[in-house]
């Protein structure tokens, strides 16, 4: 994955990560005459070292252009994490969509200022199985404390996300939905 993230031009990793690490955390498209930037940021909460969040997003506000729109995927533990940052940046942003956790959560909403927010999207995977793997292989390991490699569950997949539907002349977020495809 290492070599294969510099290869790519639309790969992200968490930008709070160590800033050695390659491929960008965050970038610009241009569609249809709107700029569009994507962030990934991962949480500090129950998860690995990282950077401050909310201070690695305050610099790319204070160092990068405006653009029209800005996703931030949120990549963190705790629903209150996920929620304090999106809240934090009301109006600033058009989404934060939340993940890890891979179960969807039903709290869709727009925020009082505009910034659409979800707390996990939820995964892309085997349905039949537990975060993505073998279901025995994560039962063993919280039942009897057997840690072994993750094994990808086999069989049909299930595609969990979002729709923003957006005011194409205000930029606003005119409808957000969750979506399910198996």
Same mark, same amino acid.
């Given at each position: 994955m290492l070599d294969y993230i510099n290869q790519v031009d639309s790969l992200l990793r968490p930008v709070n990560l160590a800033p050695l690490l390659p491929g960008p955390g965050t970038l610009v498209r241009r569609v249809c005459g709107k700029r569009i930037r994507v962030t990934n940021l991962v949480g500090q909460i129950f998860m690995d070292p990282a950077n401050n969040p909310f201070a690695s997003f305050e610099s790319i506000l204070a160092h990068s252009a405006p653009t029209d729109i800005h996703i931030v995927d949120f990549h963190a533990e705790t629903s209150s994490e996920k929620l304090a940052f999106a809240t934090c940046y009301d109006g600033k942003l058009t989404a934060v969509v939340g993940t890890h956790t891979h179960v969807p959560t039903c709290d869709?909403?727009?925020?009082?200022?505009? !910034? #659409?927010? +979800? !707390?996990?999207?939820?995964? !892309?995977?085997?349905? #039949?199985?537990?975060?993505?793997?073998? #279901?025995? !292989? +994560? +039962?063993?390991?919280?039942?009897l404390g057997v840690k072994k490699r993750f094994t990808p569950a086999v069989g049909p997949a299930t595609l969990y996300g979002v729709v923003l539907q957006l005011d194409w002349t205000t930029n606003q977020v005119r409808k957000f939905y969750r979506i399910r495809y198996v």
């Open positions: 869709e909403r727009v925020l009082p200022h505009g !910034t #659409a927010f +979800i !707390t996990d999207l939820g995964m !892309t995977g085997n349905y #039949a199985s537990v975060l993505g793997v073998e #279901a025995q !292989t +994560i +039962i063993d390991r919280l039942r």
